[in-house]
């Protein structure tokens, strides 16, 4: 079945620093889209692109559909960055369906 | 107005009783959805709404029913919780077109005791 593994599991970086999130899947998708969630809290949808690089603030998506790979880019990091970062695909199956990675859980310290 | 409302935010269940969430959108969104999520695993389709065709993930077919009454509302029915039902229960909707992003609400965040 369709598979999405997310790198790393877990990271901690220094404030300031940037972060790249990696998202692969097993199969062609039509869309991957990010989503944010602090410890016990919802999912907040950050980014959503089925190809190529998308902007908002300091957070860039690149998906390469081809590659099966999509990254999410976080640039000069903060504190309040720390949480769980997941991705979601949609596969070309047109059943409407998401299959997440198990997410990357970032800390980002002072 | 794009938000997924979910209610209660918080359930405390006794295991064997049933349990009943509920989940509304205003976006007239075809698609609605149920996701269990544990801690540390990824968010898991439980069953999606399209209209008011309901379809089930295969290896989850008899623990969860719902109900859409109407294009707005859907439920999550557990018939006889069981502890291994303590998760967070994410509804989310969309339009159901490829391409359509989907649209999270809070969560509601069952335990089973």
Same mark, same amino acid.
């Given at each position: 079945?369709?598979?999405?593994?997310? !790198?790393?599991? *877990? &990271?901690?970086?220094?404030?300031?620093?940037?972060?790249?999130?990696?998202?692969?899947? #097993?199969? /062609?998708? =039509?869309?991957?889209?990010?989503?944010?969630?602090?410890?016990?809290? !919802?999912?907040? *949808? &950050?980014?959503?692109?089925?190809?190529?690089?998308?902007?908002?603030?300091?957070?860039? #998506?690149? /998906?390469? =559909?081809?590659?099966?790979?999509?990254?999410?880019?976080?640039?000069? !990091?903060?504190?309040?960055?720390?949480?769980?970062?997941?991705?979601?695909?949609?596969?070309?199956?047109?059943?409407y369906?998401?299959?997440?990675?198990?997410?990357?859980?970032?800390?980002?310290?002072? | 107005?794009?938000?997924?409302?979910?209610?209660?935010?918080?359930?405390?269940?006794?295991?064997?009783?049933?349990?009943?969430?509920?989940?509304?959108?205003?976006?007239?969104h075809d698609t609605m959805?149920?996701?269990?999520?544990?801690?540390?695993?990824?968010?898991?389709?439980?069953?999606f709404y399209y209209d008011?065709?309901?379809?089930?993930?295969?290896?989850?077919?008899?623990?969860?029913?719902?109900?859409?009454?109407?294009?707005?509302?859907?439920?999550?029915?557990?018939?006889?919780?069981?502890?291994?039902?303590?998760?967070?229960?994410?509804?989310?909707s969309s339009t159901g077109a490829t391409?359509a992003?989907q649209?999270?609400?809070?969560?509601?965040?069952?335990?089973?005791?």
């Amino acid at each position: 079945g369709q598979q999405v593994q997310q !790198s790393p599991a *877990s &990271l901690v970086l220094q404030e300031g620093e940037n972060a790249e999130l990696q998202c692969n899947f #097993s199969s /062609t998708a =039509t869309r991957l889209q990010w989503f944010y969630q602090r410890p016990g809290g !919802s999912l907040v *949808s &950050l980014l959503s692109n089925p190809s190529g690089t998308k902007h908002t603030g300091r957070l860039t #998506s690149t /998906t390469v =559909t081809k590659e099966r790979r999509g990254s999410l880019h976080i640039s000069s !990091s903060q504190i309040t960055d720390s949480g769980t970062y997941l991705c979601a695909m949609e596969f070309n199956t047109g059943n409407y369906k998401y299959v997440f990675g198990a997410g990357t859980r970032l800390k980002v310290i002072a | 107005d794009t938000t997924v409302k979910q209610n209660p935010r918080y359930k405390l269940a006794r295991v064997g009783k049933p349990v009943n969430l509920i989940c509304s959108q205003t976006m007239n969104h075809d698609t609605m959805y149920w996701y269990q999520k544990k801690p540390n695993q990824a968010p898991k389709l439980l069953l999606f709404y399209y209209d008011k065709i309901l379809n089930r993930e295969a290896d989850t077919f008899e623990k969860f029913q719902s109900s859409r009454p109407n294009n707005s509302f859907c439920s999550l029915y557990i018939g006889s919780a069981g502890l291994e039902y303590s998760a967070m229960y994410l509804c989310a909707s969309s339009t159901g077109a490829t391409y359509a992003e989907q649209f999270f609400g809070p969560g509601t965040r069952l335990t089973v005791l």
